[in-house]
């Protein structure tokens, strides 16, 4: 059929003069099948007026409805009923087999909220700035305060039963806590979280790093990691009897609190969860065959696919209280994860594990849309999708005036299932073995989660660690970093845009950042040993050792045995040469400008 020129590739709805043209084209009556008041029984023109619609409509362009050009037409959509043959799945649920007829561009796809810095973030320009926004000065405190209760109460039962080897704690301050972090992250960049702590504080002049020598000592490190602690512990176990999350709940949701404010998702986010590895005694410890590695937490976790931010959490913390398995555990966990967004009409992934019809009606209820596979078992899938002897790269669709279900058979004896109510037509591209947009939208939207994945595990502060609330910690660490490297691109899009590896400059940089003010405070010490000095020097960090050498001229007076004397006379004097230092007595030294000792002076 010629379509006039004028009417193709068009994105808005068909005007009613254009589709009296059409039907003039294929000799058609246009009054009777345009009327108002008569539907089409007719199973051609539905189909090439469904056919015609679905390729002119774009669903996933973002547009305001101001900026759009669609125009109401005289056709309603609920006179507009598909045609062919209908599905019924074993729930009950009847799909067509043929798209419903669009004359305009629906509410669901136009995205209303905008994605980017807010407000709360809008403040930060330095590394460390935006690092603090998720991070904030009272976790930090909250975290200095739990630290030095547990670690006073271990030294009080020390002192006690042992009186003659007292120790003492050094108070941990907000300074002494960034640099610690710093540490850590610092580590990560550089790759070296597993080597012990031996080896990255060694004194060796060949292998030594003189970042960590210079920011705290070996054994400060240690004794913050032992005693790092998130609650009080005294209440811990009351509070552990409703959540078993107790030992960091209050960090966790301040942390997830901030990664909320500080940015918001553009128009496509993934669900999707992450594995912590960790092997370690911990009562929700989950085993995962597919994840790399297999023992750890599990953490449901919400993307924005574009950058890659994680903005939502949520621990699982595995079965109810008296053992009972949670039924519709991805209808919870989605629901509760993309609350925030309700209303924006954002486009949510998710895998087979979360999709379900319901959940898509329950999106759309909240203005949210749905995109995911689905698997083949479910009540909602009619029987004539499940049918694997197929062509390989054939396509069958199933609609119903808000959802679309798309099945194709990629190889031999393989079907994949796709659900989404964000989409409303059966468009196949011709270029990728014949896939349906359905199946390349979800291809391109369903790696949020693992994309920051694999970010995280690329310079992951994380060390071996007994303790899963310090593991749940170093996560959040982990993407405490990553997102503030989101946000720093995000309102500096240039930096270092030629280098491919500006994330791991920008994780030095912030290592720095966060230990600078307490290598200063170490500057100001005069009893360092050499190799300290050193390494602050090669820090950027000024030592000023004008009176240690004035100390080392002139030294405190005390009294030795003249080293001319014979040593029956026991001659102790109080004063040294000023060039070779040796204690000498009245007899064996001349005061000129200095006091020179006579083999000294025979030398001049």
């Given at each position: 059929?010629?379509?006039?020129?004028n009417?193709?590739?068009?994105?808005?709805?068909?005007?009613?003069?254009?589709?009296?043209?059409i039907?003039?084209?294929?000799?058609?009556d246009?009054?009777?099948?345009?009327?108002?008041?008569a539907?089409?029984?007719?199973?051609d023109d539905?189909?090439?007026?469904?056919?015609?619609?679905?390729?002119?409509e774009?669903?996933?362009?973002?547009?305001?409805?101001?900026?759009?050009?669609?125009?109401?037409t005289?056709?309603?959509?609920?006179?507009?009923?598909?045609?062919?043959?209908?599905?019924?799945?074993k729930s009950g649920?009847?799909?067509?087999?043929?798209?419903?007829?669009?004359?305009?561009?629906?509410?669901?796809?136009?995205v209303?909220?905008?994605?980017?810095?807010?407000?709360?973030?809008?403040?930060?320009?330095?590394?460390?700035?935006i690092?603090?926004?998720?991070?904030?000065a009272?976790?930090?405190?909250k975290?200095?305060?739990h630290?030095?209760?547990?670690?006073?109460?271990?030294?009080?039962?020390?002192?006690?039963?042992?009186?003659?080897?007292?120790?003492?704690?050094?108070?941990?301050?907000s300074?002494?806590?960034?640099c610690?972090?710093?540490?850590?992250?610092?580590?990560?960049?550089l790759?070296?979280?597993?080597?012990?702590?031996?080896?990255?504080?060694?004194?060796?002049?060949?292998?030594?790093?003189?970042?960590?020598?210079?920011?705290?000592?070996?054994?400060?490190?240690?004794?913050?990691?032992?005693?790092?602690?998130?609650?009080?512990?005294?209440?811990?176990?009351?509070?552990?009897?409703?959540?078993?999350?107790?030992?960091?709940?209050?960090?966790?949701?301040?942390?997830?609190?901030?990664c909320?404010?500080?940015f918001e998702?553009?128009e496509?986010?993934?669900?999707?969860?992450?594995?912590?590895?960790?092997?370690?005694?911990c009562?929700?410890?989950?085993?995962?065959?597919?994840?790399p590695?297999?023992?750890g937490?599990?953490?449901?976790?919400?993307?924005?696919?574009?950058?890659?931010?994680?903005?939502?959490?949520?621990?699982?913390?595995?079965k109810?209280?008296?053992?009972?398995?949670?039924?519709?555990?991805?209808?919870?966990v989605?629901?509760?994860?993309?609350e925030?967004y309700?209303?924006s009409w954002?486009?949510i992934?998710?895998?087979?594990?979360?999709?379900?019809?319901?959940?898509?009606?329950?999106?759309?209820?909240k203005?949210?849309?749905?995109l995911g596979?689905?698997?083949k078992n479910k009540?909602?899938?009619?029987?004539?999708?499940?049918?694997?002897?197929?062509?390989?790269?054939?396509s069958i669709?199933a609609?119903?005036?808000q959802l679309?279900?798309?099945?194709?058979i990629p190889?031999?004896?393989?079907?994949?299932?796709?659900?989404?109510?964000?989409?409303?037509?059966?468009?196949?591209?011709?270029?990728?073995?014949n896939?349906?947009?359905m199946?390349?939208?979800?291809?391109?939207?369903?790696g949020?989660?693992?994309?920051?994945?694999?970010?995280?595990?690329?310079?992951s502060?994380?060390?071996?660690?007994?303790?899963?609330?310090?593991?749940?910690?170093m996560?959040?660490?982990d993407?405490c970093?990553?997102?503030?490297?989101v946000?720093?691109?995000?309102?500096?899009p240039?930096?270092?845009?030629?280098?491919?590896?500006?994330?791991r400059l920008f994780?030095?940089?912030?290592?720095d950042?966060l230990?600078?003010?307490?290598?200063?405070?170490?500057?100001?010490y005069?009893?360092?040993?050499?190799?300290?000095?050193?390494?602050?020097r090669d820090c950027?960090?000024?030592?000023?050792?004008?009176?240690?050498?004035?100390?080392q001229?002139?030294p405190?007076r005390?009294?030795?045995?003249?080293?001319?004397?014979?040593?029956?006379?026991?001659?102790?004097?109080?004063i040294?040469?000023?060039?070779?230092?040796?204690?000498?007595?009245?007899i064996?030294?001349k005061?000129?400008?200095?006091?020179?000792?006579?083999?000294?002076?025979?030398k001049?």
């Amino acid at each position: 059929m010629d379509i006039p020129r004028n009417i193709r590739n068009k994105k808005r709805p068909l005007r009613q003069q254009e589709l009296e043209d059409i039907a003039k084209n294929i000799d058609l009556d246009a009054e009777d099948d345009y009327d108002r008041d008569a539907t089409s029984n007719d199973e051609d023109d539905g189909n090439f007026i469904a056919e015609y619609t679905s390729e002119t409509e774009d669903n996933l362009e973002i547009q305001s409805e101001e900026e759009s050009d669609a125009e109401p037409t005289d056709i309603g959509e609920e006179d507009l009923q598909p045609c062919g043959p209908k599905y019924v799945a074993k729930s009950g649920l009847e799909w067509n087999s043929q798209p419903f007829p669009r004359t305009r561009r629906q509410e669901k796809n136009i995205v209303n909220a905008r994605g980017g810095i807010t407000q709360y973030s809008e403040g930060a320009n330095t590394f460390l700035d935006i690092f603090n926004l998720f991070l904030t000065a009272e976790m930090k405190y909250k975290i200095c305060h739990h630290t030095n209760q547990e670690a006073s109460r271990y030294f009080d039962a020390w002192n006690e039963k042992n009186p003659t080897n007292k120790k003492e704690w050094k108070v941990l301050e907000s300074d002494e806590l960034d640099c610690f972090l710093g540490v850590l992250i610092k580590a990560g960049a550089l790759r070296c979280r597993k080597e012990s702590t031996r080896e990255m504080w060694t004194t060796n002049t060949s292998i030594r790093r003189s970042f960590f020598t210079a920011a705290l000592s070996r054994n400060r490190f240690e004794e913050i990691s032992t005693f790092l602690r998130f609650d009080d512990k005294i209440t811990r176990m009351e509070r552990r009897e409703h959540d078993k999350l107790a030992a960091i709940r209050e960090i966790w949701d301040m942390f997830v609190t901030n990664c909320r404010k500080a940015f918001e998702p553009y128009e496509n986010l993934t669900i999707d969860e992450q594995l912590v590895c960790f092997r370690g005694k911990c009562p929700f410890r989950q085993y995962i065959k597919s994840k790399p590695g297999r023992y750890g937490i599990k953490i449901w976790a919400a993307a924005d696919v574009k950058t890659s931010y994680l903005c939502n959490f949520q621990v699982y913390t595995g079965k109810l209280p008296g053992g009972a398995t949670e039924k519709n555990q991805g209808f919870r966990v989605v629901s509760e994860l993309v609350e925030p967004y309700h209303g924006s009409w954002r486009g949510i992934t998710t895998d087979n594990f979360f999709t379900s019809v319901p959940l898509a009606n329950n999106l759309l209820s909240k203005k949210l849309t749905l995109l995911g596979t689905v698997r083949k078992n479910k009540l909602d899938t009619p029987m004539q999708l499940k049918i694997t002897s197929r062509p390989v790269e054939s396509s069958i669709f199933a609609f119903t005036k808000q959802l679309a279900m798309v099945s194709y058979i990629p190889k031999r004896n393989r079907v994949v299932h796709v659900l989404s109510s964000q989409h409303d037509d059966d468009c196949i591209s011709a270029d990728t073995k014949n896939k349906p947009h359905m199946i390349l939208d979800y291809n391109n939207t369903k790696g949020g989660v693992d994309n920051a994945d694999k970010l995280i595990r690329e310079y992951s502060c994380c060390r071996r660690t007994a303790r899963w609330p310090y593991r749940i910690f170093m996560n959040i660490l982990d993407i405490c970093a990553l997102n503030a490297f989101v946000l720093y691109v995000e309102k500096y899009p240039n930096w270092n845009k030629q280098n491919f590896s500006r994330r791991r400059l920008f994780l030095l940089e912030l290592g720095d950042e966060l230990v600078r003010r307490n290598m200063e405070n170490r500057a100001k010490y005069k009893n360092h040993k050499s190799h300290i000095k050193s390494a602050l020097r090669d820090c950027g960090i000024m030592v000023d050792d004008s009176e240690n050498a004035t100390e080392q001229v002139n030294p405190v007076r005390k009294r030795a045995r003249c080293y001319k004397c014979p040593r029956n006379l026991d001659k102790k004097v109080n004063i040294t040469c000023a060039q070779c230092k040796n204690f000498v007595c009245q007899i064996h030294r001349k005061k000129q400008e200095n006091v020179l000792c006579s083999s000294c002076l025979l030398k001049n």
